[in-house]
C-alpha cells in the first residue's frame, strides 16, 4: 500500500498544475482589454496592435524555423486564408478592439466580446450546415438578450432614440471577427500545421497587415509610446495577454481535453469585470449585473457539453 503513496501523488501534481494554469488563463486573456484601456490615450491603436503582434511573431519566430516545410507549403499554397486569419483575428480583434476602448468601457467590451462561442455557432449553422439543438438556439437567445441589456444599459427606449454607444457597437463587430476567424481557423488547411507555428504564423500576418496604418499613424502624428506606462502596458498585453495566454489555452488543452478547458473561459466575464473595476476604477451598475448574468447563462445553455448514458 505505501508504494502507491508517490504515484497517487505524481498524479494529482499531474492535474492540479494544468487545472491552476487553466485558472489563470482566463485571468491573462482579460488582462488585454484591461492593459488596452489604460495604454490607448499614449499610444495609438494601430501602432498598439503592431507593436503587440510584431513581438509575438518575433517572440514565436523559432517555432516557424522548427516547422518551416509546413509553413512555407502553407503560406505559398494558401495566402488569401491566412491573410484573412491575420485581418479577422489581429487586425479587427487587434486594432478594432483597441480604437473601440476610446469610447466605451472594458467593462462593456468584456460582457460583449464574450458572446464570441454563440456567434460560432451561428456562423456553422449558417454556412456549415451545423446541426442546432433547442438548447443551443435557447442559449444564443439568451446570450444575445444580454448583450441587448449590456448596450442599451438597459433602457429599451434606447432603441427608439438609436443611442447606441459606437464602442459596443465595434465590439459586437470585433466578437463576430473572433468566431468567423475561429471557424477558418480550423479545417484542412491548417490541419498539418503545428499549433505554434500556426500562431506565430497568423501573428506575422497580423503584422504585416497592420504595419501600413501604423506608419500612416506615425506620419500624422498620432500618439507614439514614450512614457514608461506606455511599453509597461504594451509589454503587459505581449506578454500576458498575448504570449501566456494563448500558450496557456493550448496546454490546458493538451492535458485536459478541449470540451474541459473551454469550461474554464466562462471566467472571462467575472475575471475581465473584476479586473475593470477593480484596476481601471470602472463602476459596476445593475445593467451591468444582469447583463453578466445573462450572457454566462446563455454560453453555459449553448456551449455546455451534451451528456453522456
Known amino acids: 500500500m505505501p508504494a502507491a503513496a508517490p504515484s497517487d501523488a505524481k498524479r494529482s501534481l499531474s492535474r492540479f498544475i494544468p487545472l491552476t494554469v487553466m485558472l489563470l488563463t482566463p485571468l491573462f486573456f482579460s488582462s488585454n482589454l484591461i492593459f488596452g484601456r489604460s495604454t490607448i490615450p499614449e499610444v495609438a491603436p494601430f501602432t498598439l496592435a503592431f507593436l503587440r503582434w510584431s513581438a509575438a511573431a518575433l517572440v514565436l519566430s523559432p517555432f516557424l524555423w522548427t516547422a518551416r516545410h509546413r509553413v512555407r507549403f502553407y503560406l505559398s499554397n494558401h495566402p488569401l486564408h491566412w491573410l484573412i486569419l491575420g485581418f479577422l483575428g489581429m487586425w479587427i480583434c487587434g486594432a478594432g478592439v483597441y480604437y473601440a476602448l476610446r469610447f466605451t468601457t472594458a467593462t462593456n467590451g468584456t460582457l460583449i466580446y464574450t458572446t464570441s462561442p454563440l456567434m460560432i455557432i451561428l456562423i456553422e449553422r449558417i454556412f456549415s450546415g ?28 434606447a432603441i427608439a432614440s438609436t443611442s447606441f454607444n459606437l ?75 498575448s504570449l501566456l495566454a494563448f500558450s496557456g489555452y493550448q496546454y490546458g488543452i493538451a492535458r485536459l481535453g478541449a470540451s474541459t478547458a473551454s469550461v474554464f473561459m466562462y471566467l472571462l466575464p467575472p475575471y475581465g469585470v473584476g479586473l475593470a473595476v477593480l484596476v481601471l476604477g470602472e463602476p459596476f451598475e445593475t445593467h451591468h449585473a444582469i447583463g453578466i448574468i445573462t450572457v454566462l447563462a446563455g454560453l453555459v445553455l449553448a456551449t455546455a457539453p451534451k451528456r453522456r448514458s
Open 167 to 241: 464602442g459596443d457597437l465595434m465590439f459586437i463587430a470585433a466578437a463576430l471577427s473572433w468566431a468567423a476567424y475561429s471557424v477558418l481557423l480550423k479545417g484542412p488547411r491548417t490541419a498539418g500545421m503545428p499549433v505554434s507555428a500556426l500562431f506565430a504564423t497568423v501573428a506575422l500576418s497580423g503584422a504585416i497587415l497592420l504595419a501600413p496604418f501604423a506608419l500612416w499613424e506615425f506620419l500624422s502624428g498620432a500618439p507614439m509610446p514614450h512614457s514608461w506606462s506606455a511599453w509597461g502596458g504594451i509589454a503587459g498585453i505581449v506578454v500576458f495577454s
Open 130 to 157: 451545423r446541426a442546432t439543438s433547442l438548447r443551443e438556439i435557447a442559449g444564443i437567445v439568451v446570450g444575445f438578450l444580454g448583450v441587448t441589456i449590456i448596450v442599451l444599459k438597459g433602457d429599451v427606449g
